[in-house]
């Protein structure tokens, strides 16, 4: 997964086998460092939905995002601050971060009194702790552990009871104003109002740069410890605050120092929808120069959003109004786009997805997902291809083909070079390699055999309204037009059967099927030996029947398939009875699977 640490061009640290960036960060910092990080807040704001904190930005909560700023400083403990949808907060700690070493601790706010109040509540949790205390809202998910690093090395190195991170921006609304001396040292912070701020300059927009504070601090453990019990064992309610725990700061000569961030955008918070807006914006854009530099081809980086979880190789290409979301990865040569969604999906060197939707699907080499298909938790083999159509829960072999408007639904099966063409639907089968059923079809809980072709108009009966039953076509089957399967039923290798036919009884190998009337069927053994000798059914049909056949030379020429003296007679026609008969159906969408 991309961090912050990985974005930043500044950093000179990249992962490798054996780097230990965290054991470094131990080695060089002389005191022990705790972090806190305040995710209490009822976000009024944001509207309803999700705790802020666990809106996502890039495809992971901003939770998320400073806990892997602040991971990187290694802090010995890490206590994140709960409140509001606090079983919310909680439930993602434990599925994203319980393995982390050390996992974070939790500490409540029992009601929104403030940020000095939520940091009260943390230093709780800290009762011995006697080294830096670095304090973040959890709402910052552009932070860099960068830009912490500088902040606690410069609060150490001065010796300050606190320091605060600012940065320039040119509107200060929902930001403390930091007011500096004459000789540049911290004075006042502003509290945040929600008014425009913004006035004349030559910063952005006509706006001029003004100085807020990030709402990022590093606190001398034992001064800000005794700050809280100052005030609160003299009755100052108000000492719940920070503006209060600054003001006992000033009184008491203890230096504040300040921490300028390099990139103003590492401050960049998120209270509501346009602020949530800005900072999915400015990730995405350093995503996306990091892809860029790495060698892959962006077309259009401003409508191109790929999740920090994806893994994209050099030489992919990512087309205009393109996604690629979750745990996705693309290979190199692999096209993806445009107006795509590919989401926790693996796409193969030299594949394509254009205008369609992918997830939870893995793509071969070179296979092909054309305009305006739905592939959902599916497997598409090397040089498959999708065209219009829709996959869920299915799996492609190499060079098979769907669509144009097909449907293939769950747990179906094609095999290499298998077919699933216009107007089919399918479910709950297998083709054979080679087998093809090429429009206008239903086929449900059937086993085609290789080499098979179902004729259009075709359908298979496979519900009686209480239970459903397979039908097993075997290889080299020519089903004509407009058949009826009525399951369950076999139909031997090397079968054909006539226009319109009605099949409810199975078909021994190399029979002709024909039904007169409705009910009526009739076989006729050995026809395909006698009418199609040399073909791949007559050969089917012979070897199933224990006799040896050869298929047509290469000059087209048949070579004849030993047969058993005498032809066979043909069996009497079927008479059916109609009693206690119950019709069966083809498979409907709201019948169980």
């Not at 319109?500 to 190399?510: N, Q, S, Y």
């Not at 395909?528 to 047509?552: I, Y």
Request: net charge negative; charged share 20%.
């Amino acid at each position: 997964m991309i961090s912050q640490k990985i974005l930043d061009s500044k950093s000179e640290w990249r992962s490798g086998p054996g780097g230990d960036p965290e054991g470094r960060a131990r080695e060089e910092r002389d005191r022990e460092l705790a972090a806190v990080v305040l995710a209490a807040g009822n976000g009024e704001r944001m509207g309803p939905g999700p705790q802020k904190v666990l809106r996502e930005v890039g495809g992971r909560a901003m939770l998320g995002h400073v806990l892997d700023a602040v991971a990187e400083l290694a802090p010995r403990h890490t206590v994140v601050v709960t409140g509001h949808q606090r079983a919310d907060v909680e439930a993602y700690l434990a599925a994203h971060f319980a393995d982390a070493g050390p996992a974070p601790e939790t500490a409540v706010q029992e009601h929104q009194g403030g940020y000095g109040h939520a940091l009260l509540a943390a230093v709780h949790r800290l009762p011995d702790f006697t080294g830096t205390i670095l304090v973040s809202c959890g709402d910052a998910p552009l932070l860099t552990g960068d830009t912490l690093a500088r902040l606690v090395a410069e609060h150490e190195k001065a010796g300050n009871a606190m320091t605060l991170l600012s940065g320039h921006l040119p509107d200060s609304v929902g930001y403390s104003l930091v007011l500096r001396s004459e000789v540049g040292e911290y004075e006042a912070l502003l509290p945040p109002d929600r008014g425009d701020r913004r006035g004349p300059g030559d910063g952005p927009a006509g706006g001029r740069l003004r100085e807020v504070g990030a709402g990022v601090y590093a606190f001398d453990a034992t001064a800000l410890r005794a700050a809280f019990d100052d005030l609160l064992a003299g009755g100052h309610t108000t000492g719940e605050y920070l503006a209060t725990v600054l003001d006992h700061f000033a009184a008491h000569d203890l230096r504040v120092g300040i921490t300028v961030a390099e990139d103003p955008d590492d401050i960049l918070g998120a209270n509501d929808q346009i602020q949530l807006a800005r900072v999915r914006a400015v990730l995405r854009d350093r995503i996306n120069r990091w892809w860029l530099a790495a060698g892959v081809d962006i077309a259009d980086p401003g409508t191109a959003w790929i999740d920090v979880g994806a893994r994209l190789a050099a030489g992919a290409i990512v087309l205009p109004n393109t996604r690629v979301l979750g745990s996705s990865s693309v290979a190199s040569g692999a096209v993806i786009g445009p107006d795509t969604e590919v989401r926790d999906s693996a796409v193969g060197e030299g594949a394509l997805v254009e205008r369609s939707t992918v997830s939870a699907s893995d793509l071969g080499a070179g296979a092909r997902v054309r305009a305006y298909s739905t592939v959902s938790t599916s497997e598409i083999g090397a040089g498959a291809e999708v065209t219009s159509s829709v996959l869920d829960q299915a799996a492609l072999g190499p060079s098979a083909q769907v669509g144009p408007y097909a449907y293939v639904r769950p747990d179906t099966r094609l095999d290499k070079g298998a077919k699933v063409g216009t107007f089919v639907e399918i479910k709950n089968s297998t083709l054979g390699a080679g087998a093809k059923v090429p429009h206008l079809s239903y086929i449900g809980d059937a086993d085609i055999g290789e080499g098979s072709n179902i004729g259009g108009l075709s359908g298979f009966a496979n519900y009686d309204g209480r239970k459903k039953y397979r039908s097993v076509v075997g290889r080299n089957v020519r089903i004509g037009g407009q058949n009826g399967l009525i399951a369950p039923v076999t139909i031997g290798d090397g079968v054909y059967s006539g226009a319109r036919a009605l099949i409810a009884e199975d078909v021994p190998p190399g029979a002709l099927v024909i039904s007169e009337g409705s009910l009526k069927q009739r076989n006729i053994p050995g026809w395909v030996q006698k009418n199609r000798p040399g073909s791949a059914s007559a050969v089917a049909a012979a070897m199933a029947q224990g006799e040896t056949g050869e298929p047509e030379t290469a000059d087209g020429a048949r070579q004849r398939v030993p047969r058993t003296t005498g032809a066979p007679e043909p069996t009497a026609g079927y008479e059916p009875s109609t009693a206690g008969y119950e019709p069966s159906t083809t498979d409907d969408e709201r019948s169980p699977s």
